[in-house]
Antibody
Framework: QVQLQESGPGLVTPSETLSLTCTVS????????WSWIRQAPGKGLEWIGYIYSSGSTRYNPSLKSRVTMSVDTSKNQFSLRLTSVTAADTAVYYC???????????????WGKGTTVTVSS | QTVVTQEPSFSVSPGGTVTLTCGLSSGSVSRGYYPSWYQQTPGQAPRTVMY???TRSSGVPDRFSGSILGDKAALTITGAQADDESDYYCCLYMGSGIRVFGGGTKLTVL
């Protein structure tokens, strides 16, 4: 059973860069698709993007100019960088694994517990 | 940008049936959007209840069913129980690898 664990600073200064890492255990990060999702306080889920274990990515168009995802297969980790953060980026950030077969990804079948990131000076 | 729409809230009596829907601000939802549904209780990560329109995730009771109703994806709970009280989010595939969540439906069982 694959398990995911988010890690990173809980407090980020406005205009700075948010950096989070998701560590995958109980299975290999390759080959598979992985996503970041966030949830602002009292709000719904927002898909940030995905990264394939080869490094290919797709991002939410509304965040694309500020988001970078990367993968480190040697550490079984993938990461999120979000630049120029504002208070609107305050949220619980989740990492998740996609269930895929026959070149189609259907749903996220494993989630981390989430990590709270607050943007404040 | 197309918005994925869901009812903000719904109420169902214990033992009753409720259908939550997932639509588009422009256009119709079809199986090609690979609709999936996620259940979330406060303070917890979401868990999948339905994917690929009508496939139940492992361990999900058969009182949950999925379908396409008209121009929307639908999640029906038949014989609702108290522990079904949660937030439910649909997620659609919009093409080119892009996924979009709906705003979520807060389901109350009382």
């Amino acid at each position: 059973q694959v398990q995911l664990q988010e890690s990173g600073p809980g407090l980020v200064t406005p205009s700075e860069t948010l950096s989070l890492t998701c560590t995958v255990s109980g299975g290999s990060i390759s080959p598979n698709y992985w996503s970041w999702i966030r949830q602002a306080p009292g709000k719904g889920l927002e898909w940030i993007g995905y990264i394939y274990s080869s490094g290919s990515t797709r991002y939410n168009p509304s965040l694309k100019s500020r988001v970078t995802m990367s993968v480190d297969t040697s550490k079984n980790q993938f990461s999120l960088r979000l630049t120029s953060v504002t208070a609107a980026d305050t949220a619980v950030y989740y990492c998740a694994k996609w269930y895929c077969y026959s070149d189609t990804c259907y749903y996220m079948d494993a989630w981390g517990k989430g990590t709270t990131v607050t943007v404040s000076s | 940008q197309t918005v994925v729409t869901q009812e903000p809230s719904f109420s169902v009596s214990p033992g009753g049936t409720v259908t939550l829907t997932c639509g588009l601000s422009s256009g119709s939802v079809s199986r090609g959007y690979y609709p999936s549904w996620y259940q979330q209780t406060p303070g917890q990560a979401p868990r999948t209840v339905m994917y690929n329109t009508n496939t139940r995730s492992s361990g999900v009771p058969d009182r949950f069913s999925g379908s396409i109703l008209g121009d929307k994806a639908a999640l029906t709970i038949t014989g609702a129980q108290a522990d079904d009280e949660s937030d439910y989010y649909c997620c659609l595939y919009m093409g080119s690898g892009i996924r979009v969540f709906g705003g979520g439906t807060k389901l109350t069982v009382l």
